[in-house]
């Protein structure tokens, strides 16, 4: 059995070889997230959970030998939803990957995360496996990313629409607006609460960000995220009523022209979830403009309960009736 431990400045090079061998487009990412959040992820091991804002990272060894690496994140001011953002494993080292995954859930659901989230490309077949199988989460959904192929996508009407920047009294709005969008049978694991939707100002130096929202009268009706990853490269996320569907393309018109203020020659790149009940028709829209699917990603979830141990265990009628000589106790 491996151990497991957090991650220090002895490991650098260990996982710099480890990452390299996997995926050198890696190696870039982890100096950054290692060097530049050292400083605060030690003193994180002090903090309460709703304190911890940076990334965590543990190795996982075996007699002095690097196995795997496991990286997470809180869910943006939500400290009790976290996410794995990455792992790293050697050949051979299924039992190494189940492991950590374990440690981590176990390690942070016992000081009070209670949701636990992987997404990953549905292509990465045996990594699935490692998650569904190995560690016990389970396959709640879809997420895509497309490729706008034609940036000059444009529908006039737009202008006669009141879109606003957010403010920090929205969020919890937000919230409520995003829960009744996702579908019934997803809305435990996935709902969001306000924290996820204030101000973005204690996120840490991250990629800028620009959100608005549609409204009709008190009611909001759309909501959109525009990720500027650098000059050339912008993401677009919008979340909308699926009654007011015959908007898209007016509200995608409008998040395509405040990219466009920014830098005229980009990249853009659409996210779409499907797990919203606007998610089938968004994605319906795409194939007819031809935006291009780049990647269709598993959202896998798992929620961590403590046992709750009982200092009397008495029998607990569930049925009887005054006819019968019988009941039924669990």
Same mark, same amino acid.
């Given at each position: 059995m491996a151990k497991i431990r957090k991650i220090n400045l002895l490991d650098v090079i260990n996982v710099r070889k480890l990452v390299s061998f996997i995926c050198a487009d890696e190696v870039i990412h982890y100096k950054r997230l290692f060097f530049a959040s050292a400083p605060m992820t030690f003193f994180q091991n002090f903090f309460p959970l709703f304190m911890r804002k940076q990334p965590e990272t543990y190795v996982a060894e075996t007699d002095g030998e690097l196995r795997g690496v496991i990286s997470l994140k809180a869910q943006c001011l939500n400290c009790r939803k976290w996410e794995i953002i990455r792992l790293f494993l050697q050949k051979n080292s299924y039992d190494t990957g189940k492991q950590l995954v374990d440690y981590v859930v176990s390690h942070f659901g016992a000081v009070g995360a209670t949701t636990f989230f992987a997404v990953i490309n549905d292509t990465e077949t045996e990594l699935l496996e490692l998650f569904v199988k190995g560690?016990?989460?389970?396959?709640?959904?879809?997420?895509?990313? %497309?490729?706008?192929?034609?940036? +000059?996508?444009? =529908?006039? +009407?737009?202008?006669? /629409? #009141?879109?606003?920047?957010?403010? !920090?009294? =929205?969020?919890?709005?937000?919230? @409520?607006?995003? #829960? &009744? #969008?996702?579908? !019934?049978?997803?809305?435990?694991? /996935?709902?969001? @609460?306000?924290?996820?939707?204030? =101000?973005?100002?204690? $996120?840490?130096?991250?990629?800028?960000m620009f959100r608005y929202i549609l409204e009709d009268g008190d009611n909001i009706i759309s909501y959109i995220e525009i990720f500027a990853y650098d000059n050339s490269t912008y993401g677009i996320d919008i979340i909308i009523s699926q009654g *007011?569907?015959?908007?898209?393309?007016?509200?995608?018109?409008?998040?395509?022209? &405040?990219?466009?203020?920014? +830098?005229? +020659?980009? !990249?853009?790149?659409?996210?779409?979830?499907? *797990? /919203?009940?606007?998610? *089938?028709?968004?994605? @319906?829209?795409?194939?007819? #403009? %031809?935006?291009?699917?780049?990647?269709? $990603?598993?959202? /896998?979830?798992?929620d961590f309960y403590k046992r709750i141990e009982n200092e009397v265990q008495s029998p607990a009628i569930a049925f009887s009736s005054m006819k019968s000589n019988r009941a039924y106790f669990f």
């Open positions: 560690a016990g989460f389970r396959m709640c959904s879809c997420t895509a990313l %497309h490729l706008m192929s034609n940036i +000059n996508f444009f =529908d006039e +009407n737009f202008s006669k /629409l #009141n879109f606003r920047m957010i403010k !920090s009294s =929205d969020s919890q709005r937000l919230a @409520d607006f995003f #829960n &009744e #969008n996702i579908f !019934s049978s997803f809305k435990n694991s /996935l709902q969001k @609460d306000k924290s996820e939707f204030s =101000d973005v100002l204690f $996120k840490g130096l991250g990629n800028a *007011y569907m015959n908007l898209y393309s007016q509200i995608l018109s409008f998040a395509v022209s &405040e990219v466009k203020k920014r +830098n005229k +020659n980009v !990249s853009i790149y659409i996210k779409n979830r499907k *797990y /919203l009940m606007s998610g *089938y028709e968004i994605e @319906d829209f795409f194939k007819q #403009n %031809h935006f291009e699917m780049l990647e269709n $990603k598993v959202v /896998l979830v798992k």
